[in-house]
């Protein structure tokens, strides 16, 4: 039986990705009067603020100081957080909050494992802050995703091994972040997530069940 659930934020527990495309998409605009296509989104799913402008600002060929950059960064966030103001529990994604609940009555604890530095205000305006043990600091990890760190720090915070868990992603770098970690890849997405260990095309499918299955396979794997 897996002890820890790992959670990424943005697709996963709500649909905040949207939001911070359109911060980005505006800021881009203001700034440099371009436009970014919306293939470019996917690109920028599930890593942190700073390598999202860094993919934003290769796309576009542009160079900017150190000190630019982090204006940029910090206006787009800025933007972010203003948007959220309209949150509340009805953006919880559908089957999020009976997955939530069937972790808790069996006894599986639950961390946020997001690039995402404003993870508690987001879960607070969900209404979900009760239900995560931990949330895992992306500001004190070495590298983001696709790196590990992230989810290595979210098991550490519950006190537990990352093969007694599971992770749940929407994006490929994040899968990828919780395969190195030792952890158990649960995806929810398209096929492009097919290196998790276990993919459900979207967050209504999830089912503990096929996730206890999932992760029994893995450690048997692993034997």
Sequence with gaps: MFKGALFDLDGVIADTAVFHFAAWKNLVKKHFNA???????????????????????????????????????????????????????????????????????????????????????????????????????????????????????????????????IGVEDAVAGVSAINASGATSIAVGGVELSQATKRFNNTSELNFKEVLSAWQSNMALER
């Design 35 to 165: 436009d970014l296509p919306d293939e470019l989104e996917e690109k920028t799913k599930g890593i942190s603020r700073e390598d999202s402008l860094h993919v934003i600002l290769n796309y576009l060929n542009i160079q900017v100081s150190d000190e630019e950059f982090r204006a940029l960064a910090s206006e787009k966030n800025e933007a972010y957080v203003e948007a959220l103001n309209v949150l509340n529990p009805n953006y919880i994604l559908p089957g999020i909050t009976s997955f939530i609940s069937d972790l808790k009555s069996n006894h599986v604890k639950i961390a946020l494992a997001s690039a995402s530095k404003n993870g508690p205000l987001i879960l607070k305006k969900l209404g979900l802050s009760d239900a995560f043990d931990a949330i895992a600091d992306p500001a004190k990890v070495a590298a983001g995703k696709p790196a590990p760190d992230i989810f290595l720090a979210a098991a550490k915070s519950l006190n537990l091994d990352p093969k007694d868990c």
